[in-house]
């Protein structure tokens, strides 16, 4: 069955050197699903960068949050802190994700910007989200 989506909150993301990950939901319980939908970019030197990040070969994941998701994707996870790297399962979102917590997953909802720790843009661009609910 299709879920019916609504609208729950909005976010401007953006890679930040100090805290990475941005709390955007005080709370997701578990067994949600969550569409989350993004457009916008950032500039990183003379890179520019959207949601789906890049998939230039000279960019290497290995110091970002992720290395497994593209240099200047959207990423999400649910639960953890604003500054940790492994623990909690990452979701690569990119402008259109899908998020679906099991019985045993909850806690808020992080974004942050799949970049190495202390990238700041260059630029005050940021990416415009918004977060629905699937009921």
Known sequence: ???????????????????PWIKVLDYVAAN????????GTWQYGTWVFGPEGSADPILTAS????TTAPVGA?????????SGRDEAKIYTLGDWGLIETDDKT?????LAVNVPAGTAPVSADELSVEIYDGQ
């Open 1 to 19: 069955m299709t879920p019916t989506w609504i609208k729950i909150s909005d976010a401007k993301i953006a890679p930040r050197p100090s805290r």
């Open 32 to 39: 949600t699903r969550l569409k989350i939908e993004a457009k």
């Open 63 to 66: 110091a970002c949050l992720s």
């Open 74 to 82: 959207l990423l999400g996870k649910i639960g953890g802190s604003t």
């Open 106 to 110: 909850a806690g808020p909802l992080f």
